[in-house]
């Protein structure tokens, strides 16, 4: 991604998240960020998008074979997890005291206008 200024994505490494598109959607099941990929706007999720890589025997790995792992997905398709509201959330940025805090937003029950 060529940018001039670099993105900021309410994402972070560490994060509960649940996968809200794609072949490992699961909207109840809250799952660990383990590394954002900023440049690609991709973050590797823990479980999710297994792929499987077949490597040569080499001086670090001597018999070589299939290995199984996780491959990056689009940071679109996660959601960060209130655990409060045991569910799916977006949230917005409050500045207190000087420092940006991320606070989830509430849900509106469907009703009216």
């Known amino acids: ?61 001597t018999k070589g074979g299939i290995i199984k792992k996780e491959a990056p997905i689009h940071i679109s398709n996660v959601m960060l997890w209130d655990a409060a509201q045991k569910s799916g959330a977006k949230i917005t940025r409050v500045r207190k005291e000087g420092k940006t805090e991320r606070v989830f937003k509430i849900k509106k029950t469907q009703g009216g206008k």
């Open 1 to 61: 991604m060529k940018a001039r200024f670099k993105p900021k994505y309410n994402i972070r490494k560490g994060d509960s998240v649940v996968v809200i598109t794609g072949d490992d959607k699961d909207l109840s099941k809250p799952r660990i960020v383990k590394e954002v990929l900023v440049e690609s706007a991709k973050v590797l999720v823990e479980g999710v998008n297994i792929i499987t890589k077949h490597t040569k025997p080499s001086a670090q790995n």
